[in-house]
């Protein structure tokens, strides 16, 4: 009987979870008059993607590509109203326009639970608006020309590192090379730390750089859509190891310099600047009119989250496109001998590997920003209703609290927009072809006041990477690459699935 009771008890249960969700959560947008996607109980339109079936990117790419002709789709991603952008304006008004109303990413952020979270991508409100003021000058070009040397010694260092095996002709799985050499700059700008990554393969910082992004699909969906479950049981995204590694480690790292007063030209020391001063010394000396009151310093926990999220970020997404960039160059060997052409008449004119000789290299930076159009490292930008409104152009009324998703992948695959877009076309950034296009039809670093802070960093280093690459070596794709690449289906970050493996060959 007792038996009996208890099952009957959860089928009354799930009868009436089942209930709810059909009758009443996923009535949101019927109720409102917004075309929709029929979702399904518990997940709404994301079951494909927790069960590990499809990335988030591909996901929203799909939906984007199969119901763009309404400006605004509605969906659901578990037990939250989700609104997909599909129209360029409306994009506009989210990211700009509207930000008032949308300046949130609507991402799991508890700084007591999960200090880490703490950093400027993640936080919302006053926090984020006052940290990026704060932050804004550290990547300053003038900020980023001192920090240069750092990226020409790593670069330098990976190249080198590539000779012997360069020899030897067998196959190398780029995105872990290139994981190693962006850590390596990472842990220098970073941390001030010098990590050899390039010589020892499996130290500790590229320990943690995998266990960091190493998480379920499961769970990088709900921390992303629905992160009240997490906040509710009190859930870290980072476990307690990974966490107190990075906190030892940076604070560590500013005693040392404190103690021994080091200075260098690094992010590291303009985080310091923040905890002693409450600002970040200008890049012309005794210019100091806009230096904010002391009484704004960061605490070591704030400085440490930011010190973090520049870690992942820039080891991560800078690899995966610089993985991405050689595999088309690979396929299309054409375009390849252009680019080395390019590299060796620049540096040829400049000397060496300066800040202004790859700023130099025009059709370097068309093949990386093509490479970021087809495959953007992030493929998806959130937001959340943080003020209701009516969407301007639209009678969509959009209740505070709602999430918003804006499907870069689709929209920089969108044929409409981008002739035969599966097509790596580096042309496509003429700036001709630019000024053709809708500003907002290109988005791998965001828009508006919450885009990208290390947008320049982010070229950079992927653009020294690569010219040490062919500078000194032809690349060929080997055969156990797929043509086309499959998609990784757990990282929010669109990854490459088994990685890419290619010959280099010295030239």
Same mark, same amino acid.
Request: proline share 6%; with cysteine; glycine share 6%.
């Given at each position: ?24 959560? #996923? +009535?949101?947008?019927?109720? *409102?008059?917004? @075309?929709? =996607?029929?979702?399904?109980v ?5 079951? $494909? %993607? ?16 199969k ?32 930000f ?5 990413r ?10 880490l ?21 550290? #990547? +300053?070009?003038?900020?980023? *020309?001192?920090? @240069?040397? =750092? ?6 260092e990976?190249?080198? $590192? %590539? ?12 995105k ?42 499961l ?8 992160p ?5 049981f ?6 307690r ?26 992010f ?17 000396e ?13 605490s ?45 008449e ?14 130099d ?6 093949v990386?920003?093509?490479?970021l ?26 209740p505070?609290g ?36 809708h ?36 690349v ?9 690449l ?22």
């Amino acid at each position: 009987m007792l038996l009996i009771g208890l099952i009957t008890a959860i089928v009354v249960a799930l009868c009436s979870v089942y209930i709810y969700y059909k009758f009443v959560v #996923f +009535t949101f947008w019927r109720k *409102k008059g917004v @075309f929709y =996607i029929d979702p399904v109980v518990p997940a709404g339109n994301v079951t $494909s %993607l927790i069960i590990g079936k499809i990335s988030v990117g591909e996901l929203f790419r799909d939906i984007y590509l199969k119901y763009k002709d309404h400006r605004a789709i509605g969906t659901y991603t578990f037990f939250k109203p989700n609104l997909v952008i599909a129209d360029l304006d409306l994009v506009r008004i989210v990211l700009t326009k509207e930000f008032a109303s949308f300046h949130d990413r609507g991402f799991y952020s508890n700084e007591k639970v999960d200090p880490l979270s703490g950093h400027l991508f993640l936080l919302p409100g006053k926090k984020w608006r006052n940290l990026r003021v704060k932050l804004t000058p550290t #990547f +300053t070009s003038g900020k980023l *020309k001192q920090m @240069f040397e =750092i990226l020409k010694e790593c670069g330098e260092e990976f190249g080198k $590192s %590539l000779e012997k095996i360069a020899k030897t002709g067998e196959s190398i799985e780029i995105k872990e090379i290139f994981a190693r050499y962006t850590t390596d700059i990472i842990m220098s700008a970073a941390f001030g730390i010098k990590s050899n990554c390039m010589e020892k393969v499996d130290n500790e910082f590229r320990y943690y750089g995998r266990k960091v992004l190493d998480q379920s699909a499961l769970k990088n969906a709900i921390f992303a859509f629905a992160p009240q479950i997490a906040d509710f049981f009190s859930l870290p995204f980072f476990d307690r190891n990974t966490t107190n590694f990075f906190i030892n480690m940076f604070r560590d790292n500013v005693q040392y310099r404190q103690t021994h007063n080091v200075v260098r030209h690094d992010f590291m020391n303009l985080l310091i600047q923040l905890m002693e001063k409450g600002y970040v010394a200008p890049d012309e000396e005794g210019d100091t009119a806009n230096a904010p009151s002391a009484t704004n310093k960061i605490s070591m926990l704030e400085a440490t989250a930011q010190a973090f999220v520049f870690f992942v970020a820039g080891f991560e997404t800078s690899s995966t496109t610089a993985t991405y960039c050689l595999y088309e160059l690979a396929l299309n060997q054409d375009m390849q001998n252009k680019l080395r052409q390019e590299i060796d008449e620049v540096l040829k004119k400049h000397g060496e590997v300066t800040y202004n000789a790859v700023n130099d290299m025009t059709y370097l930076h068309k093949v990386v920003s093509e490479t970021l159009r087809k495959y953007p490292p992030v493929p998806m930008l959130n937001r959340i209703c943080t003020k209701a409104l009516d969407l301007p152009t639209t009678n969509i009324h959009i209740p505070e609290g709602t999430l918003i998703t804006i499907p870069v992948l689709g929209i920089q695959r969108d044929p409409a927009i981008y002739p035969d877009p599966d097509k790596f076309d580096p042309e496509r950034f003429s700036a001709d072809e630019i000024a053709a296009r809708h500003p907002y039809a290109y988005l791998p670093f965001g828009e508006g006041p919450r885009v990208c802070i290390g947008t320049r960093f982010g070229y950079m280093q992927t653009k020294v990477g690569i010219l040490n690459i062919l500078s000194k070596f032809k690349v060929k794709l080997h055969s156990r690459t797929p043509v086309p690449l499959i998609i990784d289906e757990a990282p929010i970050i669109l990854t490459p699935k088994g990685g890419v493996h290619l010959i280099i060959e010295p030239r």
